[in-house]
T-cell receptor
Framework: DTEVTQTPKHLVMGMTNKKSLKCEQH?????MYWYKQKAKKPPELMFV???????INESVPSRFSPECPNSSLLNLHLHALQPEDSALYLC?????????????FGPGTRLTVL | AQSVAQPEDQVNVAEGNPLTVKCTYS??????LFWYVQYPNRGLQFLLK??????LVKGSYGFEAEFNKSQTSFHLKKPSALVSDSALYFC?????????????FGRGTSLIVHP
């Protein structure tokens, strides 16, 4: 299985809601990433987990809260988001944190904040 | 520090013609270089990478890229374009000696292949 899955595909939420995005991979990868992508722009790194520990937080607002329950799962908890947070949220994984490993991306969750 | 530039926002090519999508990079040491493709409403998909060795790298779907150290370039090429190649292409770089395994992505180039 060489796939990264993400649920849900689409999410519409109000600014007071709490929701979660889920990412799963069964390739035995030990590095997992959350990215935010606006239309026609490159992905912006948000968080990196390496061996289930948060290793990078790119100064992301606290209304985004990542969680890595185990080596296959990655969650992104959302609370009190702003309309400007509307974007495509991409999960990715790589075999390890080594520089030469390519990333495998999921299809993304299209988030709309009203 | 590492950076990558994709000088063209958009590349237009006729089906059957060769295509080139340009990428130049800047790193302190040696680079690891990657190309990804993104189809509409999809995640990024890995195409190919240069780590070391042969400067000509072959990847998925008939794409290839040539690493040129003197010109600090890693242009993506395909001998004969297909309409289905129309997508957004991202070049990415990691500095081998920089200590960070996080890639820096270029701004992306939209490839449009006309029938």
């Amino acid at each position: 299985d060489t796939e990264v899955t993400q649920t849900p595909k689409h999410l519409v939420m109000g600014m007071t809601n709490k929701k979660s995005l889920k990412c799963e991979q069964h390739m035995g990868h030990r590095a997992m990433y959350w990215y935010k992508q606006k239309a026609k722009k490159p992905p912006e790194l948000m968080f990196v987990y390496s061996y289930e520990k948060l290793s990078i937080n790119e100064s992301v607002p606290s209304r985004f809260s990542p969680e890595c329950p185990n080596s296959s799962l990655l969650n992104l908890h959302l609370h009190a988001l702003q309309p400007e947070d509307s974007a495509l949220y991409l999960c990715a994984s790589s075999a390890s944190g080594s520089s030469y490993n390519e990333q495998f991306f999921g299809p993304g969750t299209r988030l709309t904040v009203l | 520090a590492q950076s990558v530039a994709q000088p063209e926002d958009q590349v237009n090519v006729a089906e059957g013609n060769p295509l080139t999508v340009k990428c130049t990079y800047s790193v302190s040491g040696n680079p690891y270089l990657f190309w990804y493709v993104q189809y509409p409403n999809r995640g990024l998909q890995f195409l190919l990478k240069y780590i070391t060795g042969d400067n000509l790298v072959k990847g998925s779907y008939g794409f290839e890229a040539e690493f040129n150290k003197s010109q600090t370039s890693f242009h993506l090429k395909k001998p004969s374009a297909l309409v289905s190649d129309s997508a957004l292409y991202f070049c990415a770089v990691r500095d081998v000696s920089g200590g960070s395994y996080i890639p820096t992505f270029g701004r992306g180039t939209s490839l449009i292949v006309h029938p």
